[in-house]
Nanobody, 111 residues
Framework: QVQLVESGGGLVQPGGSLRLSCAAS????????VGWYRQAPGKQRVLVAS???????NYIDPVKGRFTISRDNVNYTIYLQMNSLKPEDSAVYYC?????WGQGTQVTVSS
């Protein structure tokens, strides 16, 4: 059974930075495109960024230039570096690949 464990969320002021991590328990991680989703209260869960097995990345427009997704296929870890954070980035962030989801980590951007 594959497990995904996120960490790195928290409270940050506007303009600040956070780095989310997602540790996967299985080596099959390396076979998949992986992604980060977020869900704000009362809104649908949306894909924020993804990275393929070859390292090709995609981002939604609101985070382009501010967020960077990366992966470590040796240590089965996914990262999301978030810079210049805005209040509208506040949400629960989830990592995922295949049929697997993490439990989510809360990001709150507020002064």
């Amino acid at each position: 059974q594959v497990q995904l464990v996120e960490s790195g969320g928290g409270l940050v002021q506007p303009g600040g930075s956070l780095r989310l991590s997602c540790a996967a328990s299985g080596s099959i991680f390396s076979w998949y495109t992986v992604g980060w989703y977020r869900q704000a209260p009362g809104k649908q869960r949306v894909l924020v960024a993804s990275i393929s097995t070859r390292g090709y990345t995609n981002y939604i427009d609101p985070v382009k230039g501010r967020f960077t997704i990366s992966r470590d296929n040796v240590n089965y870890t996914i990262y999301l570096q978030m810079n210049s954070l805005k209040p509208e980035d506040s949400a629960v962030y989830y990592c995922t690949f295949g049929m697997y989801w993490g439990q989510g980590t809360q990001v709150t951007v507020s002064s």
